[in-house]
């Protein structure tokens, strides 16, 4: 059986969860998230516990038996504490600021670019170089946070642009300029 599929997940103090067919539902204080699990997969609700089970050994059923209990666990962790991710912008004269629900990069095009932030997803920028996103969707904070670094990838050879906080760029050397020339 799947280690990961058949750890309970322990349900903290102000999350609820509602199993009703196929679908898990969480409420917490950072909002309410649900997710639909597939049919061979079972969800049983035992007072603060949750157990994901399945119903034989076939490969469909093994491999969505670890991925739905990590589903349902990240949105248990969402609902109560929260995913955050952090980006830093790196460049002369790049910044960013918050505008209402908007964040505006002056990221060396010639005008700013408008970045509307979706529903439930947070953001908020510390000495305009660094972008904190959160929010209760570990899969939607990931992909904000990667929409927002796509917007200005950082290079290779100066390092400029939008990187994660714990990302390492790969720094590579310039033309040698005049050398070898006779």
């Known amino acids: 059986m799947s280690r990961i599929g058949r750890a309970p997940i322990k349900i903290p103090q102000g999350v609820t969860v509602t199993v009703s067919g196929n679908t898990v539902t969480v409420k917490g204080k950072n909002g309410e998230l649900s997710q639909n699990y597939a049919d061979g997969i079972s969800v049983q609700l035992d007072g603060d516990t949750l157990t994901v089970s399945r119903a034989d050994d076939s ?105 994660y906080a714990d990302e390492v760029v790969r720094r590579k050397v310039g033309k040698s300029g005049g050398k070898g020339k006779k």
Do not use: C
């Not at 929010?135 to 950082?154: D, F, L, N």
């Open 59 to 163: 490969k469909r059923n093994r491999s969505n038996h670890g991925l739905y209990r990590t589903l349902i666990a990240n949105m248990v962790t969402g609902v109560s504490e929260g995913f955050s991710k952090t980006l830093e912008i790196q460049g002369v004269g790049y910044r960013a600021e918050l505008k209402g629900n908007t964040l505006v990069l002056n990221l060396g095009y010639s005008s700013p670019v408008w970045y509307d932030l979706p529903a439930g997803i947070k953001a908020a920028v510390e000495n305009q170089t660094k972008v904190t996103v959160s929010g209760a969707g570990k899969e939607q904070v990931g992909q904000v946070a990667a929409e927002i670094r796509s917007i200005r990838a950082p290079e290779p050879y100066k390092g400029k642009g939008i990187r």
